[in-house]
């Protein structure tokens, strides 16, 4: 099966990723809290151990990574669909 980029699709990449989202307008104060409670639970030993042996990579990032993260990543996807004129139907 050839690559993305053997396909005509440079620099597009594909992968699964978790994350917590909240409602927009959800306040600092408990975006902050929620975050480093995620961050501290992925970083216990017992945890990550079983996560990883799972096949997950862990990575955890401060609100705005992740938010960063997901306009690329829907701007990335966006792209695709105008260049290969998919649609969500």
């Known amino acids: 099966m050839p690559t993305f980029e053997e396909s005509g699709y440079p620099g597009l990449?594909?992968?699964?990723?978790?994350g917590l989202l909240g409602p927009?307008?959800?306040?600092r104060e408990v975006?902050?809290?929620?975050?480093?409670?995620?961050?501290a639970a992925?970083?216990?030993k017992e945890l990550a151990e079983r996560l990883v042996?799972?096949?997950?990579e862990m990575a955890s990032n401060t609100p705005e990574q992740?938010?960063?993260?997901?306009?690329d990543d829907s701007?990335?996807?966006?792209?695709?669909?105008?260049?290969?004129g998919a649609s969500a139907e």
Do not use: I
């Open 13 to 18: 990449l594909s992968s699964t990723f978790y």
């Open 24 to 27: 927009a307008g959800l306040p």
């Open 31 to 39: 975006v902050l809290r929620l975050n480093a409670a995620v961050v």
């Open 42 to 44: 992925v970083a216990r």
């Open 53 to 56: 042996a799972l096949g997950y």
């Open 66 to 71: 992740f938010a960063a993260f997901l306009r």
């Open 75 to 84: 701007a990335q996807w966006l792209r695709l669909t105008k260049m290969t």
